[in-house]
């Protein structure tokens, strides 16, 4: 069974950094691209960042690039999400998400954490 | 970056309907477009890849179809399970977006 288990989340102040952390189970991580998605709450679904499956590509909005960066360790079946100069407009559920192909839907979720930014 | 507009924004139907749920690309996106559900307090699930393909484990009164700007989910017969969300993505450039969403509810 495919399982993907985010943690990392929490409350944290304006101009901080947290990282965020995708366990996968149940497929050959290896094999997948992965990305990010986040849902402000009550909100629709915003696409954060794609990693490419050796992780030597990566893919980002201009909302977060050059304060986020995805990566992963394939040997430990782990998803990363680093993010720096956190703004109150990142308070959203991050979500990862199993990505088949580079255009492709994607096909697994996992249940998301919280990441609230505020003083 | 290519918006998604989708409509109508909520929708209001009786069990056993069938209903239509639009999403509109401001490009041309050929079929690299997705339908994804969500229930309240859930995690998004996929039901549609490119365009019109069925994803195993989705019943099948969920179709679609659509290519290049015009696109629409189609639910035929809706049950109460179907009170959802539901959202098109298009991972044809970069950066991927998703559309706004339809909101299904019951009469």
Known sequence: ?119 | DIVLTQSPTTLSVTPGETVSLSCRASHSIGTNLHWYQQKTNESPRLLIKYASQSISGIPSRFSASGSGTDFTLNINNVEFDDVSSYFCQQTQSWPNTFGAGTKLELK
Request: aromatic residues 14%; contains cysteine.
């Open chain 1, 1 to 119: 069974e495919v399982q993907l288990v985010e943690s990392g989340g929490g409350l944290v102040q304006p101009g901080r950094s947290l990282k965020l952390s995708c366990a996968a189970s149940g497929f050959t991580f290896s094999n997948y691209y992965m990305a990010w998605v986040r849902q402000a709450p009550k909100k629709g679904l915003e696409w954060v960042a794609t990693i490419s499956t050796s992780g030597s590509r990566t893919y980002y909005p201009d909302s977060v690039k050059g304060r986020f960066t995805i990566s992963r360790d394939n040997a430990k079946s782990s998803l990363y999400l680093q993010m720096n100069s956190l703004k109150s407009e990142d308070t959203a559920t991050y979500y990862c998400a199993r990505h088949p192909t580079l255009y492709g839907g994607y096909d697994y979720w996992g249940q998301g954490v919280m990441v609230t930014v505020s003083s």
